[in-house]
């Protein structure tokens, strides 16, 4: 009885994970009203470092070739994947962006299986991959009778679920080490910030008169703005405070932690279908927050991306792919 009792505990604990992360898409949508995708990851990762260091202010001494593989996590699972992520957000919907990062575990057994020659590339690997990339293909097409589409933003989520993919291989070499999975994150969240800042002062002064007159959007999206009267404006807008900080305390703090008790008390292979969920809330939330259209062949193609997923991971669960479901802490 105690023990069904700490199952449900930690069923409960994964689907609200899964939820909150979902939500993630949203807020950072909304955000990008105001901030630009570097300001919006530079202000998150700064909540969630300082979260998480009230939450559990132990620190372990970590040696200098370890903490370089703490640094290539932070820049290639916080500062790249997120980046991209957030200037994905920016040209198209939210949706879209969910369902095509919602395919990074495809990615992740890939590069494991090039770095660890792991045996990942299974027949219902290969068939569950096909399946995937065509429902992120409808998805792309998602409301273009024409089939026709800017391929900007959905280019960005691919790259997105890549750079997971390569930090996937990283935090496997690190959680191999068996440092404290809190103290880990937080390391992570410190080097990403420490790479942030020198490309905060590179966007600074970037304003959308400059990009009005021939600066791309993709270097707007990594515009930095330390105007006292802009700031002032923004920072006053309770609504900007709120997904902030849900941003960096509820979804990059809490949700890390509920979700490795879950993985803990259940187990990873069990937990881990949820994530592929996600995009069925960023959907839903996108649909009544932001008024995002859900089209008979976006659907589709959301539907046909899930099934996908699953059907991948009838597979022999490879470490790799485990220790990214494990280190799901970012989004």
Not at 101 to 112: H, N, Q
Not at 246 to 270: D, H, M
């Amino acid at each position: 009885m105690k023990e069904n009792k700490q199952k449900l505990i930690g069923y409960v604990f994964a689907v609200t994970a899964v939820f909150f992360w979902g939500i993630t898409f949203v807020s950072t949508k909304y955000l990008l009203n105001d901030f630009s995708a570097l300001e919006i990851l530079f202000f998150r990762f700064i909540t969630a470092y300082i979260g998480l260091l009230v939450m559990h202010p132990k620190f372990e001494k970590i040696g200098l070739k370890d903490n370089i593989l703490f640094a290539l996590a932070g820049l290639s699972g916080v500062v790249l994947y997120q980046l991209f992520e957030n200037t994905a957000i920016h040209f198209t919907n939210a949706s879209n962006v969910s369902v095509i990062v919602s395919i990074s575990p495809l990615f992740t057994a890939i590069l494991s299986q090039l770095f660890f020659k792991e045996k990942n590339l299974s027949f219902w690997f290969i068939l569950g991959f096909i399946i995937s990339v065509t429902g992120v293909t409808l998805v792309c097409f998602n409301g273009n009778t024409a089939l026709e589409f800017n391929p900007k933003g959905d280019l960005l989520a691919l790259m997105s679920g890549i750079c997971w993919g390569f930090y996937s291989v990283v935090i496997s070499i690190i959680n191999r080490k068996k440092y404290d999975p809190l103290c880990s994150s937080r390391r992570i969240f410190f080097f990403a910030v420490l790479i942030m800042i020198p490309l905060s002062f590179m966007g600074w002064g970037f304003s959308e008169e400059t990009a009005a007159a021939g600066g791309s959007d993709f270097l707007k999206s990594l515009s930095f703005t330390f105007d006292k009267t802009v700031n002032a404006v923004r920072f006053s807008n309770p609504y900007n405070w709120m997904n902030l900080l849900f941003l960096g305390v509820i979804a990059s703090g809490l949700c890390f932690t509920v979700w490795n008790k879950a993985c803990k008390i259940v187990g990873t292979v069990k937990v881990s279908c949820g994530i592929y969920l996600i995009p069925v809330v960023t959907i839903v939330f996108a649909f009544f927050v932001l008024g995002e259209e859900i089209t008979l062949l976006g659907g589709i193609g959301a539907l046909v991306t899930i099934v996908g997923l699953f059907i991948s991971e009838k597979s022999p669960a490879s470490k790799a792919q485990a220790l990214k479901r494990e280190s799901s802490d970012i989004d």
